[in-house]
């Protein structure tokens, strides 16, 4: 698939009726219309890299609204970017447990030197 001109992969496309009209005519009128999308666990972070030979790389996210009927007259197209998890929620709380580990660890040894000191 091919977007302004560059060749792109996309790696998720998800289309889903945000709102109908009772009537088939859309009145006039300014619209805000809030959603709220759960992205893929896992996926990887915005990324953006120009070479000194011309070549770019880029990994972006865009999330798009349009009224169907009229999808190339009315829409809105804005990019976001997504940060990146290094490390799961487990794998985080397990380091933070070692963390506790040392800590308690050091204060053990402390109480010792400080014994130790005083005899």
Known sequence: MSFKGEKGIYLFDREFLAFTFKDKETPKGLYRLPFAITLPSRIPG?????????????????????????????GCKKEFIVREFFFTEEEI?????????????KKVLRNQAIRVQKE
């Open 93 to 105: 709380m397990e380091d933070w447990k070692k963390y506790e580990k040392i800590l308690d660890l």
């Open 46 to 74: 915005s990324f953006n890299y120009n070479s000194k030979e011309s070549d770019c790389i880029k990994i972006k996210y865009s999330v798009e609204v349009f009224f169907e009927d009229i999808r190339n007259v009315i």
